[in-house]
């Protein structure tokens, strides 16, 4: 009887001492990269924590030896270099919207004839939803297409159901090859 009381107790001990050590590792086990027990540190932080302790151990070795050891200066994180944002040419192009020009925020439905011309006015945005038109474009580059993501140059067909936008008032718009409809938000003016 005494040795299974010294195996349970043995056992019991044991199992004791296995979980006091899980205990005591498991939040040094269980620490996520950048939490507060085991924080993410840069390499300027870690050079110079590495220059303080070495000048507390050169002084400390100063003050064994006697002698005077200077400490060596603690190195500063270079400065950020400012982003400077590309360089884009801006030719600003504006023309007073003509009499009949309308100017919307919702979206107007035109239908339109074959041989009809549309003009639009800067920031102007419309869809072609059925029919067909070519572009008509300024003196800048062409009609930028936001669906496909290109510019529609002159004489170019115009995509349906694409999404196209006018920067500037510069006459950029559409001649129509057929009956069709388009969808305008914004400035505008039909011609015949």
Not at 171 to 184: H, P, Y
Request: some cysteine; overall charge negative.
């Amino acid at each position: 009887m005494k040795k299974k009381s010294k195996i349970l107790l043995l056992c019991t001990l044991a199992v004791f001492a296995t979980s006091a050590l899980a205990y005591l590792y498991m939040p040094t086990l269980a620490a996520q990269p950048g939490s507060t027990e085991d924080p993410l540190v840069t390499r300027n932080y870690v050079d110079m924590r590495i220059t303080e302790l070495s000048n507390e151990i050169a002084i400390l070795r100063g003050m064994l030896t006697g002698t005077e050891i200077l400490p060596q200066p603690t190195p500063t994180p270079p400065p950020i270099p400012p982003i400077d944002p590309p360089y884009m040419p801006y030719v600003p192009i504006e023309t007073t919207p003509p009499p009949t020009a309308q100017q919307t925020a919702v979206f107007d439905v035109l239908h339109l004839q074959m041989g009809q011309t549309v003009t639009f006015h800067a920031g102007t945005e419309f869809i072609l939803r059925g029919g067909s038109a070519v572009a008509i474009t300024g003196e800048y580059n062409g009609i930028p297409d936001v669906t496909a993501a290109h510019d529609v140059l002159n004489g170019e067909p115009i995509g349906l159901n694409h999404l196209l936008m006018i920067p500037f008032t510069d006459g950029r718009g559409i001649l129509l090859t057929a009956e069709s409809w388009v969808m305008v938000r914004g400035g505008y003016t039909i011609l015949s």
